[in-house]
């Protein structure tokens, strides 16, 4: 099946920084979609992208659909300390009876004071 | 809040019996999906339903089963459970005008 590659694995930050990760894949997506969750909760919605070259904020945080639609990347700007959590992308094919997501690996990020 | 609940949120369990987690919506959506999650692994999806009584396999389907009777309910099986299965399952519903993923608050399984 496909696979999303995600990077960095984790990040650990200070306040204030600006931070940007990424999503890779051999294969091209219709959708890519950004969550993040915290510590003993589902993951939450940030921000979703549906069409190549498309770029989308959602207050501090920006992503961008690649041009190739087998790419994404998130950049959160000056990071704070509620925004450490677990960072996955995630991609969906339209297969006919419902869209599969399937997600990246995840990032960890840290944020120190 | 998407309207997802989940039950039971933690269970213990021996291997070999079975095991039944249930997600409830209440916002009438078809789609709903079942998702494990795993260290270095991600979420990897288990089963999916689009409609009462239309379900199909995920990637990592073995050793589950589904069933959807009705709209706000869609049931997983562990027929006879495995320390393998230990793990922590999501609950989704697809928004039938975005197409995006909401998740439930997850449920975390122990098989010893």
């Known amino acids: 099946g496909q696979q999303l590659n995600q990077s960095p694995q984790s990040m650990f930050i200070q306040e204030g920084e600006d931070v940007s990760m990424n999503c890779t894949s051999s294969?091209?997506?219709?959708?890519w979609l950004w969550y993040k969750q915290d510590p003993g909760e589902g993951p939450v919605l940030l921000i979703a992208?549906?069409?190549?070259?498309e770029l989308t904020s959602n207050g501090r945080l920006t992503a961008q659909f690649g041009i190739t639609r087998k790419d994404s990347f998130l950049n959160i700007s000056a990071s704070i300390p509620s925004d450490v959590g677990i960072y996955f992308c995630?991609?969906?094919?339209?297969?006919?009876?419902?869209?599969?997501?399937?997600f990246g690996t995840g990032t960890r990020l840290q944020v120190t004071l | 809040d998407a309207g997802i609940t989940q039950s039971p949120r933690h269970k213990v369990t021996e291997t070999g019996t079975p095991v039944t987690l249930r997600c409830h919506q209440t916002?009438?959506?078809?789609?709903m999906y079942w998702y494990r999650q795993d260290p270095g692994h991600g979420l990897r999806l288990i089963h999916y339903?689009?409609?009462?009584?239309?379900?199909d396999k995920g990637e990592v389907s073995d050793g589950y089963s589904v069933s959807r009777s009705k709209t706000e309910d869609f049931l997983l099986t562990l027929e006879s459970a495995t320390s393998s299965q230990t793990s922590v399952y999501f609950c989704?519903?697809?928004?039938?005008?975005?197409?995006?993923?909401?998740f439930g608050e997850g449920s975390r399984l122990t098989v010893l």
């Open positions: 989704a519903i697809r928004s039938s005008g975005t197409g995006e993923l909401f």
């Open positions: 294969s091209i997506f219709n959708t």
């Open positions: 992208l549906y069409k190549a070259g």
């Open positions: 995630a991609g969906t094919v339209n297969t006919g009876t419902a869209s599969k997501l399937t």
């Open positions: 916002e009438n959506h078809r789609y």
């Open positions: 339903s689009y409609g009462v009584k239309d379900t």
